[in-house]
C-alpha cells in the first residue's frame, strides 16, 4: 500500500486507534481485523453502498459478512420492525410472531418440521449439537477439516486457518484448537470434507459413539462444491449409523436459494442451523428440522436465551422471508453472481493471473492458485496448501483503493441492492485492481 492510498482512510485509523485504548484491538470482533490498510470505521450504508469516515463511497461485497441479503437498510425489513417498536421492543414471554416465522420456515425449508429459535449462529450450532447428544444419548461429533461452526468451545477446532492433515494421513484426526483458551479437545473427531470412503471408514469403526455429523454443505473456505453424489453418501451413511446429520447453512441458507443449499443439491438433514441472511441485519438464527429430534431434546435438554425469538429480530425476518420468496428472486441474484463470476475470471486470464473464480448461489470467491490454477480445489487441503493467501488480500486492498468492499478472504457475496450497473462498475475497479497487482509482480 503506497502511502498515498494510506491517507484516504486515515479517520477510520484514527477512530480506531482511539477505540484500542477502550476495545481490545480496536474491533469487537477480530473478523473485522484483517482489512488492509486498516480496518475501516463506517458512517453510513444504504443499498449496495456503504461510506465511511473518510467520505470514501465503497461498493459493498461483503455485505457484514453475509446477512445483507437485501442490502443495507431493505425498506420492507425497515418498516416491519417500525411496526413492531409500536407493541413493544421484548417480553420475556412468547408473541405472535414466534411461531409465525417457525410456521414460515417450515414451508421454505425442506428438512424442517419443527424451529428452536435463537440469537447467532454460534449460539445454534451449539443448541443444535446438544439437541443431537440429547436425542442420541451418544458424546462424539464429528466434523470436517476447515468448516467453520462459530467460535463455542466445543466446535472452535480445525477450522480455517489450522494446518490440514498430513497427505495420506489416516481419519480421525484429533481436534485441533482455532484459537488460544479452548482448554481441553471436545469429544469430537476430524474427517476431510468430500470423501465419502474415508468417511464411510470413520463411521464404521466409531459410529456407536457419534452423535453428530456436522457440516457446511458448501464449505466457505473456498466456496466449494460437493462432489457429484458427496451429499447424498452422507446422508446415507449417517442414517445407517443412527447419526444426526447437522448442515451448518448459516451462510449458505437464502443465499443459496430460499430453500437453502439442501433444496439446491436435494439432501435433507436431520437438522438446520440458519443465520446471517435470516434477520436481514437483525442478530437471529434457528435450528430447524426433525419433529422427533427438536421435541424428544427439548424434553431433556430445555432451549434457553433472554433473546431467543426477539420481538425486532422476528419482524426483520418474516419480512425477509417475504422478499426472498418472491418470483425470480433467486434467479436474479444467481444470474447477476455468474457474470461478475465470469468477467473475474476473463480479467484474471487477461492480466496472466492464477485466478480461480468458484461459484455457488449469490456467494463467489476468487482464488490465487499457486500451482498455476492446473487442478480442481476440492477440499480444505487444497484450499490451505495451493492457494495463495496473502495475494488475496492484498487483491482485496487493491479492490478497496478502488472503492469496492470485499473481505480479505475474497468471499463475494450478492444482494437485491446490486445492479447490472454495479457489476459493471465492480469488474472496471477490478481490472484496475489487478493490473496493480500485475505491477507488484514484475
Same mark, same amino acid.
Given at each position: 500500500m503506497n502511502r498515498t492510498n494510506a491517507r484516504s482512510f486515515a479517520a477510520s485509523r484514527e477512530w480506531l486507534d482511539r477505540a484500542a485504548a477502550v476495545i481490545?484491538? *480496536?474491533?469487537?470482533?477480530?473478523?473485522?481485523? *484483517?482489512?488492509?490498510?486498516? @480496518?475501516? %470505521?463506517?458512517?453510513?450504508a444504504d443499498g449496495a453502498r456503504m461510506t465511511d469516515l473518510d467520505g470514501n463511497v465503497l461498493l459493498d461485497f461483503a455485505l457484514a459478512n453475509g446477512p445483507l441479503l437485501l442490502g443495507h437498510r431493505p425498506r420492507p425489513v425497515l418498516e416491519a420492525m417500525a411496526a413492531q417498536l409500536d407493541h413493544g421492543m421484548l417480553y420475556g414471554a412468547q408473541h405472535r410472531l414466534e411461531a409465525e416465522l417457525a410456521e414460515a420456515l417450515v414451508e421454505v425449508v425442506p428438512s424442517a418440521e419443527a424451529v428452536c429459535l435463537s440469537t447467532t449462529g454460534?449460539?445454534? %450450532?451449539?443448541?443444535?449439537?446438544?439437541?443431537?447428544?440429547?436425542?442420541? *444419548?451418544?458424546?462424539? $461429533?464429528?466434523?470436517?477439516?476447515?468448516?467453520?461452526h462459530g467460535w463455542f468451545g466445543d466446535i472452535a477446532y480445525s477450522g480455517p486457518g489450522t494446518p490440514p492433515a498430513? @497427505?495420506?494421513?489416516?481419519? @480421525?484426526?484429533?481436534?485441533?484448537?482455532?484459537?488460544?483458551?479452548?482448554?481441553?479437545?471436545? @469429544?469430537?473427531? $476430524?474427517?476431510?470434507?468430500?470423501?465419502? %470412503?474415508?468417511?464411510?471408514?470413520?463411521l464404521e469403526e466409531h459410529g456407536a459413539r457419534i452423535a453428530a455429523v456436522v457440516m457446511e454443505p458448501v464449505p466457505l473456505a473456498g466456496v466449494l462444491e460437493p462432489a457429484s453424489g458427496y451429499l447424498a453418501a452422507v446422508r446415507e451413511l449417517t442414517r445407517r449409523h443412527g447419526i444426526v446429520l447437522i448442515f451448518d447453512e448459516v451462510v449458505t441458507g437464502f443465499?443459496?436459494?430460499?430453500?437453502?443449499a439442501q433444496a439446491r443439491y436435494g439432501v435433507s438433514p436431520d437438522?438446520? %442451523?440458519?443465520?446471517?441472511?435470516?434477520?436481514?441485519?437483525?442478530?437471529?438464527?434457528? $435450528?430447524?428440522?426433525?419433529?422427533?429430534?427438536l421435541f424428544v431434546a427439548a424434553g431433556t435438554s430445555p432451549h434457553m436465551g433472554t433473546f431467543n425469538g426477539h420481538p425486532l429480530a422476528a419482524a426483520a425476518?418474516?419480512?425477509?422471508?417475504?422478499?426472498?420468496?418472491?418470483?425470480?428472486?433467486?434467479?436474479?441474484?444467481?444470474?447477476?453472481?455468474?457474470? &461478475?463470476?465470469?468477467?473475474?475470471?476473463?480479467?484474471?486470464?487477461?492480466?496472466?493471473?492464477?485466478?480461480?473464480?468458484?461459484?455457488? *448461489?449469490?456467494?463467489?470467491?476468487?482464488l490465487f492458485a499457486t500451482d498455476g490454477g492446473r487442478q480442481e480445489l476440492r477440499d480444505y487441503r487444497d484450499v490451505a496448501t495451493r492457494t495463495d493467501r496473502d495475494r488475496a488480500a492484498r487483491?482485496?486492498?487493491?479492490? &478497496?483503493?478502488?472503492?469496492?468492499?470485499?473481505?480479505?478472504?475474497?468471499?463475494?457475496?450478492?444482494?437485491?441492492?446490486?445492479?447490472?450497473?454495479?457489476?459493471?462498475?465492480a469488474l472496471e475497479r477490478a481490472d484496475a485492481a489487478m493490473a496493480r497487482l500485475r505491477e507488484e509482480a514484475a
Open positions: 481490545p484491538t *480496536g474491533a469487537t470482533s477480530a473478523a473485522r481485523l *484483517g482489512v488492509r490498510p486498516t @480496518p475501516l %470505521v463506517m458512517a453510513e454460534s449460539e445454534a %450450532v451449539h443448541a443444535a449439537l446438544r439437541f443431537a447428544r440429547a436425542a442420541t *444419548g451418544r458424546d462424539l $461429533v464429528l466434523r470436517f477439516e476447515g468448516h467453520y498430513a @497427505p495420506g494421513a489416516r481419519a @480421525p484426526f484429533a481436534p485441533l484448537p482455532s484459537a488460544a483458551g479452548l482448554g481441553a479437545p471436545p @469429544p469430537a473427531l $476430524v474427517a476431510r470434507w468430500n470423501d465419502p %470412503v474415508e468417511l464411510a471408514a470413520v443465499r443459496l436459494g430460499v430453500g437453502a437438522l438446520t %442451523v440458519l443465520g446471517k441472511a435470516l434477520g436481514a441485519g437483525m442478530p437471529i438464527s434457528a $435450528v430447524a428440522g426433525s419433529r422427533e429430534i425476518a418474516l419480512a425477509a422471508l417475504e422478499c426472498y420468496r418472491e418470483p425470480d428472486f433467486d434467479k436474479t441474484l444467481e444470474r447477476m453472481a455468474a457474470r &461478475l463470476a465470469a468477467g473475474l475470471a476473463d480479467l484474471g486470464e487477461q492480466h496472466g493471473l492464477p485466478l480461480r473464480v468458484h461459484q455457488a *448461489g449469490a456467494l463467489l470467491q476468487t487483491f482485496a486492498e487493491a479492490l &478497496l483503493c478502488q472503492g469496492l468492499n470485499v473481505p480479505p478472504r475474497n468471499t463475494w457475496m450478492l444482494s437485491a441492492a446490486h445492479r447490472d450497473d454495479d457489476i459493471d462498475f
